[in-house]
T-cell receptor, first 113, second 116 residues
């Protein structure tokens, strides 16, 4: 079945460091891909998305490119801030009707000043 | 625009008791989802509604969980009787139209359940 695999956390970085969180997927057809973020005590928020191959999603300095050849959607940010500390979830959604988001297990990011 | 509303935010119950969670989606959103998020894991779909019809409930433990969306707007998720392993955050989410690829799904803040 469809699935999403994220790198194990926690990821611990100093402020202004470069961030990469790896995400790969298995799916039939051409799914849409998403990154959601969950700040402590809050609900899931959409961070960015890409709906077709080679699309780049971006938001708040974060970027991810939909790579069909490697079935990947890695999240990157050039300079992280303490406020970026959160849990990041990669997810996919098949294009057919009647399908919901399938999430990875999440990666915890902790940024220290 | 108001977001997805959920209540209660926190609930502690003893095993074998029952509990109900309520969700009001974003106005006009036809699709409503209930997800279960166990600590340290990603959210897992329990049930998906399109208006007041069930689209997918394949992962809903039907012997103890039930959900309804009678008028195609708000929804209730019930657990009876609760087990210790039901301790989790129950997330409600909604989206405008299911048939659009890449359609954004919006989540509520979740209802945190602890079963003791």
């Amino acid at each position: 079945g469809d699935s999403v695999t994220q790198m194990e956390g926690p990821v611990t970085l100093s402020e202004e460091a470069f961030l990469t969180i790896n995400c790969t997927y298995t799916a039939t057809g051409y799914p849409s891909l998403f990154w959601y973020v969950q700040y402590p005590g809050e609900g899931l928020q959409l961070l960015l998305k890409a709906t077709k191959a080679d699309d780049k999603g971006s938001n708040k300095g974060f970027e991810a490119t939909y790579r069909k050849e490697t079935t990947s959607f890695h999240l990157e940010k050039g300079s992280v801030q303490v406020s970026d500390s959160a849990v990041y979830f990669c997810a996919l959604k098949r294009s057919q009707a009647g399908t919901a988001l399938i999430f990875g297990k999440g990666t915890t990011l902790s940024v220290s000043s | 625009e108001a977001g997805v509303a959920q209540s209660p935010r926190y609930k502690i119950i003893e095993k074998r008791q029952s509990v109900a969670f309520w969700c009001n989606p974003i106005s006009g959103h036809a699709t409503l989802y209930w997800y279960q998020q166990i600590l340290g894991q990603g959210p897992k779909l329990l049930i998906q509604f399109q208006n007041n019809g069930v689209v997918d409930d394949s992962q809903l433990p039907k012997d103890r969980f039930s959900a309804e969306r009678l008028k195609g707007v708000d929804s209730t998720l019930k657990i009876q009787p609760a087990k210790l392993e039901d301790s989790a955050v129950y997330l409600c989410a909604s989206s405008l139209k299911e048939l659009i690829a890449g359609n954004t799904i919006y989540f509520g803040e979740g209802s945190w359940l602890t079963v003791v």
